[in-house]
């Protein structure tokens, strides 16, 4: 090939570019200078026929190699991430001009950062998943400790129960003895005056002790309502926190299966640069 041939191969890189589907730019160079050039339509170097080839380009490297090259050239060099895939042309055995084919990698990077950035918001969300399910865990327990308490109560107040017939039936039984005492003192007549006293005082205790007894068996009866109420509602939350934890074990496994595909989206992103 003749350098004078450069011009030529220039005038055809348009229907080169037409042939095929990829959007890419397409340069044809001489030694030093752009010869020809058609832009993609979103890689555009905003090169001219005529500028000089900037320290760092394929096409340079290509040249001074003496061999096809392909390469990743970075943004700060024309503004534009691309692949360019250059070929030296040769006259003979002397370098006269390379052909540069260059594929915009903006695109590309950008779907990169994205599937990273999503990787990293879904292992985010997996931990904060994680941390909410250890801590339903500890508030179920918490739920089901609750719910033993008032079992427990439970227990405690029927066990009052027991008591609280026991002191009821002593204060009945005290007070007929109090009563019976009464009888005894008046058959005594002037003799029995102070048993009288005693009869009167026994059967006052015997009163008192029957109205504490109502006044306690009354709030131990309101605490059993209220016990078996919170077991109802320690019970209920605790199926509910159940469920919840079920529900978030099944969006850990969803979110597990996206951050996978993630995962692999990061990687076909990668591998397309």
Same mark, same amino acid.
């Given at each position: 090939?003749?350098?004078?041939?450069?011009?030529?191969?220039?005038?055809? =890189?348009?229907?080169?570019?037409?042939?095929?589907?990829?959007?890419?730019? =397409?340069?044809?160079?001489?030694?030093?200078?752009? #010869?020809?050039?058609?832009?993609? %339509?979103?890689?555009?170097?905003?090169?001219?026929?005529?500028?000089?080839? %900037?320290?760092?380009?394929? !096409?340079?490297?290509?040249?001074?190699?003496?061999? /096809?090259?392909?390469?990743?050239? /970075?943004?700060?060099?024309?503004?534009? /991430?691309?692949?360019?895939?250059?070929? /030296?042309?040769?006259?003979?055995?002397?370098?006269?001009?390379?052909?540069?084919? !260059?594929? +915009?990698?903006? +695109?590309?990077?950008?779907? *990169?950062?994205?599937?990273?950035? @999503?990787?990293?918001? @879904?292992?985010?969300?997996?931990?904060?998943?994680?941390?909410?399910?250890?801590? &339903?865990?500890?508030?179920?327990?918490?739920?089901?400790?609750?719910?033993?308490?008032?079992?427990?109560?439970?227990?405690?107040?029927?066990?009052?129960?027991?008591?609280?017939?026991?002191?009821?039936?002593?204060?009945?039984?005290?007070?007929?003895?109090?009563?019976?005492?009464? #009888?005894?003192? !008046?058959?005594?007549?002037?003799?029995?005056?102070?048993?009288?006293?005693?009869?009167?005082?026994?059967?006052? @205790?015997?009163?008192?002790?029957?109205?504490?007894?109502?006044?306690?068996?009354?709030?131990?009866?309101? &605490?059993?309502?209220?016990?078996?109420?919170?077991? %109802?509602?320690?019970?209920? @939350?605790?199926?509910?926190?159940?469920? =919840?934890?079920?529900?978030?074990?099944?969006?850990? !496994?969803?979110?597990? +299966?996206?951050?996978?595909?993630?995962?692999?989206? *990061?990687?076909?992103?990668?591998?397309?640069?």
């Amino acid at each position: 090939m003749k350098k004078e041939h450069l011009g030529i191969i220039g005038d055809f =890189i348009g229907i080169f570019q037409s042939l095929v589907t990829a959007d890419f730019n =397409i340069t044809v160079t001489d030694t030093e200078r752009v #010869i020809a050039i058609k832009p993609g %339509k979103t890689i555009n170097f905003n090169v001219q026929r005529g500028d000089m080839l %900037k320290e760092g380009t394929v !096409a340079l490297e290509a040249m001074h190699l003496r061999k /096809p090259l392909s390469r990743m050239v /970075p943004r700060e060099l024309y503004g534009i /991430p691309y692949m360019g895939r250059a070929v /030296p042309l040769f006259d003979g055995s002397d370098i006269i001009g390379c052909i540069v084919v !260059a594929e +915009s990698l903006d +695109s590309k990077e950008k779907l *990169v950062s994205l599937a990273q950035n @999503l990787s990293t918001v @879904l292992v985010q969300i997996t931990e904060a998943i994680t941390e909410n399910a250890s801590g &339903l865990e500890k508030v179920a327990n918490l739920s089901y400790q609750m719910e033993s308490v008032s079992e427990v109560s439970l227990q405690s107040v029927k066990e009052t129960d027991k008591i609280i017939e026991t002191v009821y039936n002593i204060s009945r039984q005290t007070k007929l003895l109090g009563f019976n005492a009464s #009888i005894e003192a !008046a058959r005594a007549g002037n003799a029995g005056r102070g048993f009288n006293v005693v009869a009167s005082e026994i059967s006052l @205790l015997a009163e008192n002790s029957s109205n504490s007894t109502q006044k306690i068996n009354d709030i131990l009866e309101k &605490l059993r309502d209220e016990n078996e109420k919170v077991s %109802k509602q320690s019970q209920e @939350l605790s199926l509910i926190l159940t469920q =919840i934890a079920a529900s978030t074990e099944e969006i850990s !496994a969803s979110i597990q +299966s996206l951050s996978t595909m993630s995962e692999e989206l *990061v990687n076909m992103a990668e591998s397309l640069i």
